[in-house]
């Protein structure tokens, strides 16, 4: 196939830091850009990351005031709005990283002609209404999860879209997350971490999902099995921040416990570290972990590390890289980190181990091989750029269709 710059149009809710936005980031950065034109759509707008976008070369579109549409005041259903705009921009894939199950951004891809419509779930499973995911995932060409784990999650509840589902793990820069002396020398003294602690960090965002309570009643215990050389580095922001504060006070731990906010030197923080953990919740708990961003920073940053069962625990082998543990009692999370704290020489071989496993199969070119190729496929199939052919596969697959036909 004879190769045209083509427009990728992300779509995304906001550029707040998240999982999934750095992950796009990451993606729209990497992309060959004499083959391929990024831009990025923003659903509902706002956010930190915008400016890193723009750093990149990558233009980002805010929706939410778009007022542009030349029908504005006659169209007024959304798909069809979203359609113009997708036609008027030119576009020849969608590739959805937006969290809801709102059909509306796959019917405006199908009715624009595009050359294909991508569907990228973050979470362990789709989140939200089934039946618009349903009619999502039925005008999608290509449905993208993050393990094994979410495509056995996704096809018990949508087995129709077994045929189009691919598997693209995160992706890591590991020139970027790596092991760095001079890093760690400067961060452990800002904190002022003497060269016998050991310093954990946690990078998630602070809600509930997340679970940092059980993490900060784990870190008591710790402390008071006798592991006082501990400090516990909380990175990012969220509701609950005021909440986890109080907590580490009540829990007598407020000296030991660093809540760092939001730090886009994440690398440098990771690098001055000697361990990694997270505990989010599982699945039936109400977690939606898919894969943890951080937790593969973390193990390329040459890190071993404590995670919770959440779906996305594929990423490691317990015993190897890590312990994975259980994310409703914290006896094994405490246990883990214990491990670690008791022994440099385990640190350091679960951490060569760690990044060993990052670089060999979760490694950002990679990542970007397999988007790429699923670019490729789609515009190769011309049958996908034909709204009526979309629109008469997407009836075919509907579940409700299939078993009256049957």
């Known amino acids: 196939m004879t190769f045209k710059k083509r427009k990728i149009v992300y779509l995304v809710e906001s550029l707040f830091p998240g999982g999934a936005e750095h992950a796009l980031l990451r993606l729209a950065s990497s992309l060959d850009r004499d083959r391929w034109k990024p831009e990025v759509w923003l659903?509902?707008?706002?956010?930190?990351?915008?400016?890193?976008?723009?750093?990149?070369?990558?233009?980002?579109?805010?929706?939410?005031?778009?007022?542009?549409?030349?029908?504005?005041?006659?169209?007024t259903a959304t798909a069809?709005?979203?359609?113009?705009?997708?036609?008027?921009?030119?576009?020849?894939?969608?590739?959805?990283?937006?969290?809801?199950?709102?059909?509306?951004?796959?019917?405006?891809?199908?009715?624009?002609?595009?050359?294909?419509?991508?569907?990228?779930?973050?979470?362990?499973?789709?989140?939200?209404?089934?039946t618009a995911w349903a009619l999502k995932l039925c005008l999608a060409d290509r449905v993208v999860v993050l393990s094994?784990?979410?495509?056995?999650?996704?096809?018990?509840?949508?087995?129709?879209?077994e045929t189009k589902l691919r598997v693209v793990p995160n992706g890591v820069d590991c020139e970027q997350f790596a092991p760095c002396g001079e890093a760690r020398q400067t961060v452990r003294q800002?904190?002022?971490?003497g060269p016998g602690d050991v310093v954990f960090a946690c990078v998630a965002r602070l809600f509930p999902d997340k679970n940092h309570a059980l993490l900060l009643r784990a870190f008591r215990k710790l402390c008071s099995a006798g592991h006082m050389a501990a400090r516990l580095l909380i990175v990012g922001e969220g509701g609950l921040r005021q909440r986890l504060i109080e907590l580490s006070a009540e829990l007598g731990i407020s000296n030991r416990v660093h809540f760092l906010g939001y730090r886009p030197d994440v690398g440098q923080i990771l690098a001055a570290c000697d361990?990694?953990?997270?505990?989010?919740?599982?699945?039936?708990?109400?977690?939606?972990?898919g894969m943890s961003n951080a937790t593969l920073e973390a193990m390329s940053a040459g890190l071993p590390v404590v995670i919770t069962r959440n779906g996305s625990e594929e990423i490691l082998r317990t015993g190897q890289e890590g312990f994975v543990v259980d994310s409703r009692d914290d006896r094994e999370l405490v246990s883990g980190m214990a491990a670690l704290c008791a022994s440099a020489e385990l640190r350091h071989a679960m951490g060569c181990a760690a990044r060993a496993r990052v670089k060999e199969h979760y490694n950002l070119a990679t990542t970007v091989a397999k988007n790429h190729e699923i670019y490729r496929e789609l515009l190769d199939q011309t049958l996908g750029?034909?709204?009526?052919?979309?629109?008469?596969?997407?009836?075919?697959?509907?579940?409700?269709?299939?078993?009256?036909?049957a």
């Open 43 to 75: 659903l509902r707008g706002g956010g930190e990351l915008f400016q890193c976008f723009e750093q990149q070369g990558i233009a980002v579109r805010d929706c939410s005031k778009w007022d542009w549409n030349p029908l504005a005041g006659v169209v």
């Open 190 to 193: 800002s904190l002022g971490a």
């Open 275 to 289: 361990g990694f953990v997270l505990t989010s919740k599982a699945s039936e708990d109400g977690g939606i972990e």
């Open 148 to 161: 094994e784990f979410s495509r056995r999650q996704v096809l018990a509840v949508y087995p129709g879209v």
């Open 385 to 405: 750029r034909v709204p009526l052919a979309r629109m008469h596969r997407a009836i075919c697959q509907w579940p409700g269709v299939r078993s009256a036909a």
């Open 80 to 130: 069809i709005r979203s359609a113009l705009r997708l036609v008027l921009g030119r576009a020849h894939i969608v590739h959805s990283f937006a969290w809801d199950g709102c059909g509306t951004q796959a019917a405006a891809a199908t009715l624009a002609a595009t050359g294909g419509y991508v569907v990228r779930i973050a979470t362990a499973a789709p989140r939200g209404n089934p």
